[in-house]
């Protein structure tokens, strides 16, 4: 264990490893956590016409993944920073969550996705995500949230 630590420390300040860690186990107990709450509760629809009208690419599929890699890398960068921003940022992204969590209970959001029946790697690649992500807690989005607090963490 010390050496692993150690590992990690050449990484991360030893004050940033539980706060970067504490937010990746805390984030995914709001979104699931939630899921298994409201997850029979009725869910609004929250798609518009602008929704409907814009065609699926499933080529964006390489953002939308994309993105993962993208937060892991700036919270890494972030939880870095002198003690007090680390501090200072995760308490922030704490609080956000809380409130996410409040959202996701009190308005249960969903919308409906494409029907994708052909073939291909992007195609499933999408059936993929689908199995693995239900069409809900979109409101307000994490993904949206937490590309801001990067901007916000690293911007300097």
Known sequence: MKKVMKGITRILPAYGVFPLIFSFVFNCLVYSGSRMIAGGWYHHNIETGVDRSLPFVPQFLVIYFGCYLFWAVN??????????????????????????????????????????????????????????????????????????????????
């Open 75 to 156: 919270y890494i960068l972030i939880a870095r920073q002198e003690r007090r921003s680390v501090y200072q940022f995760f308490t922030g992204d704490f609080i956000s969550r809380c409130i996410c969590l409040g959202f996701f209970l009190a308005y249960p959001t969903t919308n409906t996705r494409p029907l994708i029946t052909d073939g291909g790697l992007w195609n499933q690649a999408a059936l993929w995500l689908y199995s693995i992500d239900a069409a809900d807690n979109l409101f307000p989005s994490i993904h949206c949230l937490v590309s801001w607090f990067c901007y916000l963490g690293i911007r300097g």
